[in-house]
Structures are given as structure tokens and as C-alpha cells.
Nanobody, 115 residues
Framework: QVQVVESGGGLVQAGGSLRLACAAS????????MGWYRQAPGNQRELVAS???????NYADSVKGRFTISRDNAKNTVYLQMNSLKPEDTSVYSC?????????WGQGTQVTVSS
């Protein structure tokens, strides 16, 4: 089993920055892709950014140029640096860790951007 814990959410004004972190622990051998997703009330969950174990990245168009995903393989941790935040970025952000054919999710962390 893999445990996934997110941290770093909060309330920020538009134009501000936040940094999210997601740490995987437990049976972590075999972890590959890690990613951040978000879901606002009434909306479907969407991919924000993902990163492979070799650090290849993928971003949603809506966050390109503003968000940066990175990972520390030694710490089994993935980060999401969010700059120039907009009110429409308000959502619950969840981390997904892929291990072979299984996906493990964290509980999510709330990000609220005020206008």
C-alpha cells in the first residue's frame, strides 16, 4: 500500500503564489508518474500537471506558464509551484501517484484564490 499526503494549500489573493507538496510513503518501490489534479464544486476532476520519473512534464493549457511541477525522487515527493494565481484556480487539489497499474490518491488540499 502507498500512502499519499498533500500539504501547502490555503487562501491567497489573486496574483499570489502557493506551493503544494505531495509525499508518498509505504510500499513505494515501483512508483512512476506523479501528478496533480483539481476539482471545483460542480466540475469534473481535471489534470493540472503530471511528471514522469525521468522528469518529463505535462500541463493543462490553463496553467501553462504559471504553474511548475517538479519532483524529488529521493524523497518520493512531488511539488506544484503555482504563480499568478487566478480566482478560477480555486479548487481542491489532489495528488495521484501511479504504481504499476494502480493509482493512489491523497485526501486533497483546498486552494482558494480571492479576487
Amino acid at each position: 500500500q502507498v500512502q499519499v499526503v498533500e500539504s501547502g494549500g490555503g487562501l491567497v489573493q489573486a496574483g499570489g503564489s502557493l506551493r503544494l507538496a505531495c509525499a508518498a510513503s509505504g510500499r513505494i518501490f515501483g512508483i512512476s508518474d506523479m501528478g496533480w489534479y483539481r476539482q471545483a464544486p460542480g466540475n469534473q476532476r481535471e489534470l493540472v500537471a503530471s511528471i514522469t520519473i525521468s522528469h518529463s512534464t505535462n500541463y493543462a493549457d490553463s496553467v501553462k506558464g504559471r504553474f511548475t511541477i517538479s519532483r524529488d525522487n529521493a524523497k518520493n515527493t512531488v511539488y506544484l509551484q503555482m504563480n499568478s494565481l487566478k480566482p478560477e484556480d480555486t479548487s481542491v487539489y489532489s495528488c495521484k501517484v501511479q504504481k504499476y497499474a494502480s493509482a493512489y490518491w491523497g485526501q486533497g488540499t483546498q486552494v482558494t484564490v480571492s479576487s
